[in-house]
């Protein structure tokens, strides 16, 4: 039998659920190609606290991302939530 690997999420690192998005590090918009995968909710987030400028500087660099005092509280808080958790994303004030 085959040994179930389990896939984290590239933002809060919990395991992914049923449903999965695959976020563009550097928007398609601005010509990215790779792909991680993420949490709905954890997509959102990213999305409603940086632009598609910030995200094409910042790139594959989850810590830059995290520095974001927002999104570090985000991530923080999400941690002990299971993996199909949702809530509406409200985006910064």
């Keep these: ?5 389990e896939v984290a999420c590239w933002l809060c690192e919990r395991p992914l659920g049923r449903k999965v998005q695959q976020h563009h ?3 398609k918009a601005k010509k990215g190609r ?3 995968p993420v949490h709905p909710i954890c997509h959102r987030a990213i ?6 400028a910030q995200l ?9 991302l995290l520095a974001d005092e ?8 999400v941690a ?9 994303t409200r985006r910064p004030r």
């Design 80 to 88: 002990g939530k299971p993996p199909d958790f949702h809530a509406p």
């Design 1 to 5: 039998m085959g040994e179930r690997i």
């Design 47 to 52: 999305h409603a606290n940086f632009t598609n």
């Design 70 to 77: 927002a999104l570090a509280r985000f991530v923080e808080w």
């Design 25 to 27: 590090p550097v928007p």
């Design 34 to 36: 790779e792909t991680v």
């Design 56 to 64: 094409m500087r910042i790139g594959t660099d989850r810590a830059a």
